[in-house]
């Protein structure tokens, strides 16, 4: 019809249905994508080529990851959507687990085999050595990696100098727990053993990073309830991280609060020892602010306001990317997780491409330091890979560089 607009959708409504259609294709055909691109350096290197395996063999590894590529998304959906099914997250989990392990192989092997071949070392029989080789170290590395997952933490100790801390505070004991992801896989025994650990560290102050669970509280309420029971002397501080802002954020703090601690939703604290005094600050997640939660969002204005500017400030932020913010504030030391230290190699190669620093302690400017914890559990798969999950006792000192113990 002359005279007609074409149809815009303006501010507030919703797009017109073949916008929806093309969008929902476009994210099919990524998800198809990375799935064809997980499956296939396993079923390649460990059937496909030129192994010469009997025809039962490369049919039923075929099948086996066929069958997988269609199942996952169904899988996914039913254990993290709507319907929070958790043995299917288990499934989906795990099964993502496994893949990414024969994908990293799998592929590293195939380059084994194509130098192999580039240099005439193997024979005929070198593709199924490889595929061999390939199969044996993933098995060894998955079983390695679920016992590195589900352990009680080791203890990870480091003295951390800040200048600008009194003297009554030197020796100050901060434990640190980040990224338990309480979730499908009940781990309330665990939690239970990671309080006697904390509890056995005589800590001053204990620290919560965030990402405390996948579930709302009322689904991981038994999970959770072992950090009531953590002890010290002066202080249990709690923030939120990304995952909480698919769980009830609010449900957490509220909860954490109910268990003793002090949830720092973009405030602090000031505790006190031999004269001295530290401020414990703590914001939301980063993505709270996208959140859609009244009042959910990064401030550190808002978490530092009152306190005294000339005294020590330990932020507990979750992700280390906010560590700009906190240099530019002067804020002394930084505590976050998030990365999981990877979690299962090489996946650290791509949380560098996201984080400043994947663990460790780092400096930022003249006077912030950062301390990035690989965490205390683990997401999702239950697999930890050259990636190893840490309780971590930092112990503040005055002045001086700070080293590891």
Not at 17 to 36: E, F, H, K, P, W
Not at 95 to 105: A, E, I
Not at 250 to 255: F, I, K, S, T, V
Not at 321 to 343: E, M, N
């Amino acid at each position: 019809m002359a005279g007609a607009r074409p149809e815009v959708a303006s501010a507030g409504e919703a797009p017109p249905r073949g916008a929806r259609r093309r969008g929902t294709a476009g994210r099919l055909g990524v998800l198809v994508l990375v799935l064809v691109v997980l499956c296939l350096p396993p079923w390649w290197t460990l059937f496909a080529a030129g192994a010469g395996w009997p025809l039962p063999v490369f049919l039923g590894g075929t099948v086996v990851l066929a069958a997988w590529m269609v199942a996952f998304p169904f899988l996914m959906i039913a254990g993290h959507g709507a319907r929070q099914s958790d043995r299917a997250a288990r499934i989906a989990d795990t099964s993502l687990g496994v893949v990414w392990v024969l994908f990293t192989w799998s592929a590293l092997g195939g380059l084994a085999d194509l130098v192999l071949g580039g240099l005439d070392v193997g024979g005929a029989d070198r593709a199924r050595a490889v595929a061999v080789a390939v199969a044996v170290v993933s098995a060894a590395l998955l079983g390695w990696g679920h016992y590195e997952a589900m352990r009680v933490p080791r203890v990870k100790r480091l003295d951390v100098h800040l200048p600008r801390l009194g003297a009554g505070l030197d020796g100050t004991r901060v434990v640190v727990l980040a990224d338990t992801h309480y979730g499908p896989i009940d781990r309330a025994d665990w939690s239970a053993r990671v309080t006697e650990v904390v509890n056995g560290l005589d800590a001053d102050v204990v620290v919560h990073a965030g990402d405390i669970a996948d579930g709302t509280p009322a689904r991981r309420r038994q999970q959770s309830a072992p950090l009531g029971a953590v002890r010290s002397r002066l202080a249990r501080v709690y923030v939120t991280g990304n995952h909480e802002y698919g769980s009830e954020a609010q449900g957490w703090l509220d909860r954490m609060a109910d268990l003793g601690w002090e949830p720092l939703h973009n405030r602090h604290v000031v505790v006190e020892r031999g004269g001295d005094t530290l401020v414990l600050a703590g914001v939301d997640d980063v993505t709270a602010a996208s959140s859609g939660l009244a009042g959910h969002r990064a401030n550190l204005l808002g978490a530092l306001a009152g306190a005294d500017p000339d005294r020590p400030v330990l932020l507990v932020a979750h992700q280390p990317k906010y560590v700009p913010q906190a240099a530019a504030a002067g804020i002394d030391l930084q505590v976050s997780g998030h990365t999981h230290g990877g979690q299962i190699w090489p996946f650290n190669l791509l949380v560098r491409i996201d984080q400043p620093v994947v663990h460790g302690l780092s400096r930022h400017g003249e006077r912030t330091q950062l301390y990035t914890s690989r965490g205390t559990g683990f997401w999702g798969p239950p697999f930890r890979v050259f990636a190893p999950s840490e309780i971590t006792l930092l112990t503040l000192r005055s002045g001086g560089p700070s080293t590891t113990g």
